[in-house]
């Protein structure tokens, strides 16, 4: 990783007998001595599934840097590369946990490139992640403090792969920081990291919204990019007053909770995520309709046509 900066030789001398040693340890706080009220936070977003040892092993350096943190899974199970789905799950998840959590995220699909590794504070919290879009929700949704490359090589793993960023650089850094480890001195600010367009939806007031399924849960349910706010624009506050398409099929009206539609049938509502909700009450709508991420969603107002989205 070319924008980590070598550590010293006696880093290198202790390497040899530790392979967690380095020479990052002599100018971050240890986390026993953190002075601190509460014990710091890390979580973890990745796609690296639960059938490898990756995630455990990111937790064993974190906690190797940092034995007082308390460590939590965001996800795991982000679809593999899914950069966008990933920054979508970090935002929905990051705003309630307390300020000074520190948040690793990986889904790099560059890893091993030139691509360059970040750790930010956004809105009072900390941010560690690949410059590859993935901070791309955060850095909207929050107001930017500040977003460093991380270039010092002696808050990595003394020997940095080629395939496990998440190891080598981002958990060990995320350790340093839990211990105390000011975030100014992970590397210099940055001006302009990697931000991938966010799908928004397209509002013509009292005539539809246009949008698409953004992230499909493990019950089936369709979140897409339609947001409350989008509703209320379409509809001026009339609560209810729609309906709902997904590639042209009838998905029916925007209900208020899951049983207001009977057992297999579908339905639309306002999720827990802010966003409109497709689902089929105790069943799976995306398995049963063969929905996939990018389907188009139209909402209509309901006087405007009963049957389809286009109608007038």
């Known amino acids: 990783m070319e924008n980590l900066r070598a ?3 006696q880093s290198e001398e202790v390497v040899r007998g530790d392979p967690l040693a380095t020479a990052g340890e ?12 509460r014990r710091p936070i890390v979580t973890l977003l990745t796609d690296f599934g639960q059938g490898d040892p990756f995630v455990g092993i990111m937790k064993g350096v974190i906690l190797s840097r940092c034995p007082a943190v308390a460590i939590v899974d965001l996800c795991h199970e982000v679809p593999p590369q899914h950069i966008l789905a990933g920054a979508f799950l970090l935002h929905t998840a990051t705003p309630f946990f307390p300020p000074g959590t520190i948040h690793v995220a990986v889904v790099d699909p560059g890893v091993g490139s030139s691509r360059r590794a970040l750790a930010a504070r956004l809105g009072g919290q900390v941010f560690v992640a690949p410059d590859n879009g993935l901070l791309s929700y955060a850095l909207e949704g929050a107001p930017v403090e500040t977003v460093r490359v991380i270039t010092a090589r002696n808050l990595c793993l003394p020997e940095v792969s080629a395939t496990f960023h998440g190891r080598d650089v981002f958990a060990s850094v995320a350790g340093y920081l839990a211990g105390g480890l000011p975030l100014e001195q992970v590397g210099p600010e940055l ?15 009292g005539v539809r919204a246009t949008g698409e399924v953004l992230w499909i849960d493990r019950f089936g349910n369709c979140i897409t990019t339609i947001s409350q706010h989008a509703l209320g624009l379409l509809l001026a506050g009339a609560q209810g007053e729609a309906r709902v398409f ?8 925007v209900l208020t909770y899951f049983a207001e539609a ?9 999720g827990s995520t802010g966003h409109l909700e497709l689902y089929m009450a105790q069943g799976n709508l995306a398995a049963a309709w063969g929905i996939a991420p990018g389907d188009p969603v139209v909402v209509v107002p309901a006087s405007q046509s ?5 109608g007038g």
Do not use: F
């Not at 997904?246 to 009206?253: E, L, Q, T, Y």
């Open 7 to 9: 550590g010293s030789e």
């Open 26 to 37: 002599a100018g971050a706080t240890p986390c026993a001595s953190r002075p601190s009220r």
């Open 191 to 205: 001006a302009d990291p990697v931000r991938l367009p966010i799908p928004r939806p397209r509002v013509e007031a």
């Open 246 to 253: 997904v590639r042209d099929r009838p998905v029916g009206s």
């Open 262 to 270: 009977r057992r297999g049938e579908p339905g639309a509502l306002i």
């Open 306 to 310: 009963p049957t389809s989205p286009g």
